[in-house]
């Protein structure tokens, strides 16, 4: 549950320091709350859904910037081939979160922060977590982060609302 709290938070304060630095990213995101929310109105839950470039920003700060180098560490039930590299049985096996997030064969400028790296087309909605493992923003799956759903939620309403 630490991940609930601290990543949303880390997660916020890099989109927040990437948008000063691109305002053309920033003045994009402020263009969508206003005509989503509107000028005189906080950020609610029921305004997340129509929030895909703000969600997309969060996405993109989770991507660029992990809270933690590692994923929670995993040990191999049997002999296995991941790529080339061989795997025994009882092995730690650990995933590096700057790795799957800056990884040139996966992504596109992975080193520049672009939240359109995960908006598909204008129609589909931007989700936090990415279940192809091309990054981690909170574990998933069996072992996952039981606080995804509050951390999600929390980060792109904080997000939203310092904007």
Known sequence: MI????????????????MI???DILDKACKELDEVVGKDKLVDESDLYKLNYVKACAKEAFRLHPMLPFNVPHVSIKDTVVGDYFIPK???????????????????????????HHIINKDSEVVIVDHELRMLSFSTERRGCLGIVL?????????????
């Open 90 to 116: 009882g092995s730690h096996v650990l995933l590096s979160r700057p790795w799957l997030g800056q990884n040139p064969r996966v992504w596109e400028d992975p080193l520049v922060y672009k939240p359109e």
């Open 21 to 23: 630095n691109q305002s």
């Open 151 to 163: 951390g999600s939620t929390m980060t792109v309403i904080l997000l939203a609302r310092l904007i």
């Open 3 to 18: 991940a609930t709290v601290y990543n949303p938070s880390n997660a916020v304060e890099w989109a927040l320091v990437e």
